[in-house]
């Protein structure tokens, strides 16, 4: 038991670089959560739900992370910050790492029966801050769902996420994103540029053409006066022999 938590601290740290040893990592709000979870999902399974739901209650008061005691979670599971949200049948894989503010949701059966409704992460996925996975989903292994992105289809392994509605940034998986990527969110990497970024850069553009062409025409202005003032000029009195 106290080697398993070992492990499991030192996987925190190895994805966290604030904290300066393995206590401080006991503090964090996503442990306890997990923790409270371990306890409400055994009474869930064990078909107390009115238990597992009080657990699951005193959780999230204590922590500000909702994590509903159905849903099945694997080995290093790392919640960053709080104010998560985790859905009933929400599958989470190994060495899966979610930052605040982020919903695993679930879509709405019209025929009313409940079934498989929330997201599965599979291994070595990191989600963002403030992301959106709506639904009965598969993030596969190794995808990164970048910051606020917005996601209702399922996602390709190794695939990076960005925007509303979520879309691949076109790298390629194989080569790309092996290894840990904090917030899921490419940073001044190989991907697609957003439409703002793109008018950003031709603005840049236009103002670098500005300013050379108000160069160029400040010394062509300089050229024509100085072949005014050469026009100008008198010529030189011209010798003549006698």
């Given at each position: 038991m106290l080697g398993k938590l070992v492990r499991y601290l030192d996987s925190v740290v190895a994805r966290d670089p604030a904290p300066r040893s393995r206590w401080e990592v006991l503090l964090y709000p996503g442990v306890w959560a997990l923790f409270f979870h371990k306890i409400s999902h055994r009474l869930f399974n064990a078909r107390l739900f009115f238990l597992a739901r009080a657990v699951n209650h005193f959780s999230r008061f204590m922590t500000a992370i909702d994590i509903h005691p159905g849903a099945t979670i694997g080995k290093n599971f790392f919640i960053d910050h709080g104010f998560t949200v985790i859905g009933e049948t929400?599958?989470?894989?190994?060495n899966v790492t979610i930052y605040q503010c982020v919903t695993l949701g679930g879509s709405n059966p019209t025929n009313g029966v409940g079934g498989k409704r929330h997201p599965t992460l599979e291994d070595n996925v990191i989600v963002g801050s403030g992301a959106q996975i709506i639904g009965p989903v598969t993030i596969g292994k190794r995808a990164r769902i970048g910051a606020s992105a917005v996601v209702t289809e399922s996602v390709?392994?190794?695939?990076t996420m960005i925007g509303v509605k979520a879309r691949s940034?076109?790298?390629t998986a194989e080569t790309y994103?092996?290894?840990?990527?904090?917030?899921?969110?490419p940073c001044r990497e190989p991907c697609e540029p957003a439409p703002n970024q793109r008018v950003d850069e031709l603005e840049e553009q236009i103002e670098a053409l500005r300013k050379e062409v108000a160069t160029m025409t400040q010394a062509l202005g300089a050229a024509h006066e100085?072949?005014?003032r050469a026009a100008r000029t008198p010529d030189e009195p011209v010798c003549k022999g006698v």
């Open positions: 929400a599958l989470i894989g190994d390709p392994e190794g695939a940034t076109l790298v994103s092996k290894k840990f990527m904090p917030y899921g969110t100085a072949l005014d």
